[in-house]
């Protein structure tokens, strides 16, 4: 693990040109699946331990795994919860997502969560694996330059205070959440409605306008696409899991209606002995 002065995840949004960066969510839990998931080509990906099974020291795991490929992981916190965010830097996460932002007050106070005194709240810890385990001298006056803070805006009482939240210092991008933000609009479910889509290309727009970039997650690369139209700066599309069942359910149906007849193929095909 290399102890950086600028975050990757913010490095990765200054080189993006003219394509948003894509990435995918890490549900499985799993750091052979997470590893294998790196080497595909995705610029970046999410460490999820909101909505999966992820403890701290398979966390750890995880981070190790991906770190043996070119994909930048983002570590989704369960919570704004300033003891998860100490024990998650420690444990060597770079980027946090925060989610459920939606306050500046609350981005403020995830924000001093990262940040060693005296500009936030984290405690100080001299073997964490973040500090090489106390072999980087410097780690303390480096470490609150590397860390990048996405806060998600998932209501649309969130999203009204979009420029005030972006403003808050250290917020270095928004992530607008399509499924909460679809119930809480009460259109449960429905990620695509017509009402949905008009306020995430709101965000968007009001998001270019004060410079901030801004993220979203869509479950096909042709919701993605329409993101992609509306202004989003950077884009994941569906999970690890999703990913699969997608194939094995295609494979299943295929096989069951007489639509897929055996193949043989190479071990770099997929199949084991």
């Not at 894509?22 to 799993?30: D, M, N, P, R």
């Not at 970039?213 to 096909?220: Q, W």
């Not at 696409?225 to 699969?244: I, Q, W």
Request: with cysteine.
């Amino acid at each position: 693990m290399i102890v950086r002065t600028m975050n990757p995840f913010c490095q990765l949004l200054r080189a993006r040109g003219s394509k948003p960066p894509v990435g995918t969510w890490i549900v499985s839990a799993s750091p052979l699946v997470a590893e294998a998931v790196g080497h595909v080509g995705f610029d970046w990906g999410v460490l999820d331990m909101e909505h999966a099974p992820l403890d701290l020291m398979t966390l750890v795991h995880l981070l190790q795994a991906v770190g043996n490929t070119k994909m930048v992981p983002v570590v989704r916190l369960p919570w704004n919860d300033a003891v998860m965010v100490k024990r998650v830097l420690d444990a060597g996460a770079e980027t946090l997502l925060f989610p459920f932002i939606q306050t500046p007050e609350e981005a403020a106070r995830a924000v001093a969560a990262t940040r060693y005194p005296p500009e936030g709240v984290r405690g100080l810890s001299a073997m964490g694996r973040a500090s090489r385990y106390g072999t980087v001298p410097d780690y303390y006056r480096a470490a609150n330059r590397a860390v990048g803070v996405i806060v998600q805006l998932e209501t649309p009482q969130a999203i009204a205070q979009l420029e005030r939240i972006a403003a808050v210092p250290g917020v270095d991008a928004l992530f607008v959440g399509p499924a909460d933000l679809s119930g809480a609009m009460g259109h449960v479910g429905q990620l695509t409605h017509p009402a949905v889509m008009a306020l995430m290309g709101d965000a968007a727009q009001r998001a270019r306008a004060v410079g901030k970039p801004i993220g979203s997650v869509g479950s096909t690369p042709e919701v993605v696409t329409r993101y992609r139209a509306a202004g989003y700066d950077f884009l994941a599309v569906a999970s690890d899991l999703a990913l699969l069942m997608r194939g094995a359910t295609a494979a299943a149906q295929a096989l069951r209606q007489g639509d897929g007849a055996p193949q043989v193929h190479t071990l770099a095909e997929g199949t084991q002995t």
